[in-house]
């Protein structure tokens, strides 16, 4: 793929752009977006992401912009599962709802200096190790396993209690009153730190851990480092607006770890054979490329889009059944919303 020195630096440009607005706007007014504003920029983003696919179709070819498709939907669905750590480690720390787009544009800003410095490692290693893709390959399927047998035990996860965050919280005096972005202050003569620099921290190490799985992944799809930068940009750039968006239908997705899982095995399974079909190693088929089938990206993308698909319809079908059971057995004002005044979205986290 022939990608000028003028479409990187427009696209470096463009994405530094949207981010200094994003953070210059969120700054000057931190508050809960309503639901009209996430839509109109959700939609917005989702769009971007459309006509940039159309762009690379049209410019570079149907197979690139196929590529890109995958890459983008595979990226996008590994965000919205990394959404529910998000809302764990939200509520664990207990984050004021008005300041947790800040976290958010924070961890976003993260993951794209931390994915951009894994994109670059991953590609100077299937540039010189073929054989990189047996691990990548391996790690997926691994990973995949694992996604199966934690399948429901979201709730069971603690970002918040990290070893490097447990550190901070010991070594820093971190104060009760949240300051947005000021990491910072003065009370009574006396210098704190926010607890929304425990935040910072906590998201920039489960940043990295997502980059592990996403990389590979992406790479398992295009070793373009264009596509796979640009479709890590436009998957993480409405995932702010994504977790007030969606808010409680991310628990509604009660299978959407199964399919991610099945996503990643498959992607590892199709990494093991274009390993197999680039095969270098001695002691596989004498160092001789295997004649094994090599996936067309049209193919990987009408199983990830069916995936998708399957799961969000299985998920829905299986929340709205469950809803109908516990209804049927409560009494009337147990459905009842909850009053907003009773929930106390100011209250300081707990840093015993």
Same mark, same amino acid.
């Given at each position: 793929?022939?990608?000028?020195?003028?479409?990187?630096? %427009?696209?470096?440009?463009?994405?530094?752009?949207?981010?200094?607005?994003?953070?210059?706007?969120?700054?000057?007014?931190?508050?809960?977006?309503?639901? $009209?504003?996430?839509?109109? *920029?959700?939609?917005?983003?989702?769009?971007?992401?459309?006509?940039?696919?159309?762009?690379?179709?049209?410019?570079?070819?149907?197979?690139?912009?196929?590529?890109?498709?995958?890459?983008?939907?595979?990226?996008?669905?590994?965000?919205?599962?990394?959404?529910?750590?998000?809302?764990?480690?939200?509520?664990?720390?207990?984050?004021?709802?008005?300041?947790?787009?800040? *976290?958010?544009?924070?961890?976003?800003?993260?993951?794209?200096?931390?994915?951009?410095?894994?994109?670059?490692?991953g590609y100077a290693l299937?540039?010189?190790?073929?054989? %990189?893709?047996?691990?990548?390959?391996?790690? &997926?399927?691994?990973? *995949?396993?694992?996604?199966?047998?934690? #399948?429901?035990?979201?709730?069971?996860?603690?970002?918040?209690?990290?070893?490097?965050?447990?550190?901070?919280?010991?070594?820093?005096?971190?104060?009760?009153?949240?300051?947005?972005? $000021? &990491?910072?202050?003065?009370?009574?003569?006396?210098?704190?730190?926010?607890?929304?620099?425990?935040?910072?921290?906590? &998201?920039?190490?489960?940043?990295?851990?997502?980059?592990?799985?996403?990389?590979?992944? %992406?790479?398992?799809?295009?070793?373009?480092? #264009?596509?796979?930068?640009?479709?890590n940009v436009f998957a993480?750039?409405?995932?702010?607006?994504?977790?007030?968006?969606?808010?409680?239908?991310?628990?509604?997705?009660? #299978?959407?770890?199964?399919?991610?899982?099945?996503?990643?095995?498959?992607?590892?399974?199709?990494?093991?054979?274009?390993?197999?079909?680039?095969?270098?190693?001695?002691?596989?088929?004498?160092?001789?490329?295997?004649?094994?089938?090599?996936?067309?990206?049209?193919?990987?993308?009408?199983?990830?889009?069916?995936?998708?698909?399957?799961?969000?319809?299985?998920?829905?079908?299986?929340?709205?059944?469950?809803?109908?059971?516990?209804?049927?057995?409560?009494?009337?004002?147990?459905?009842?919303?909850?009053?907003?005044?009773?929930?106390?979205?100011?209250?300081?986290?707990?840093?015993?």
């Amino acid at each position: 793929m022939d990608v000028t020195t003028l479409e990187w630096t %427009i696209t470096i440009a463009a994405t530094v752009g949207v981010l200094l607005f994003d953070i210059f706007v969120i700054a000057r007014d931190p508050h809960e977006p309503s639901m $009209k504003e996430c839509a109109i *920029a959700l939609s917005f983003y989702v769009g971007a992401a459309v006509a940039f696919g159309v762009f690379i179709w049209l410019y570079h070819g149907h197979d690139y912009g196929i590529e890109f498709y995958t890459g983008w939907l595979t990226e996008y669905s590994l965000s919205i599962d990394n959404l529910f750590v998000f809302i764990i480690l939200m509520s664990a720390l207990k984050v004021p709802r008005k300041y947790q787009q800040e *976290a958010l544009l924070v961890g976003i800003v993260l993951a794209l200096i931390f994915r951009g410095i894994f994109i670059a490692l991953g590609y100077a290693l299937i540039q010189n190790f073929s054989w %990189i893709f047996y691990i990548f390959g391996a790690f &997926l399927v691994y990973t *995949a396993v694992k996604l199966v047998q934690s #399948y429901g035990s979201h709730e069971d996860e603690h970002p918040e209690d990290n070893a490097v965050v447990k550190f901070a919280r010991k070594r820093m005096r971190v104060g009760e009153s949240w300051h947005g972005l $000021k &990491l910072w202050y003065h009370e009574n003569g006396v210098r704190f730190v926010s607890p929304m620099l425990i935040v910072i921290i906590a &998201l920039g190490i489960t940043d990295i851990l997502f980059a592990l799985d996403s990389i590979p992944a %992406i790479f398992g799809i295009t070793q373009e480092p #264009y596509l796979v930068f640009t479709a890590n940009v436009f998957a993480l750039m409405g995932l702010r607006q994504l977790y007030f968006l969606l808010g409680g239908l991310l628990q509604k997705l009660v #299978y959407l770890s199964l399919g991610l899982a099945f996503i990643l095995a498959f992607i590892g399974v199709k990494l093991v054979l274009h390993a197999l079909h680039e095969n270098e190693l001695g002691f596989i088929n004498g160092g001789e490329h295997v004649k094994v089938w090599d996936m067309p990206s049209l193919f990987s993308l009408a199983v990830i889009i069916t995936t998708l698909v399957v799961t969000a319809v299985a998920s829905l079908w299986k929340t709205s059944r469950s809803k109908g059971v516990v209804d049927d057995h409560l009494p009337d004002h147990a459905t009842e919303p909850r009053d907003p005044a009773d929930v106390d979205e100011t209250a300081g986290p707990d840093w015993r």
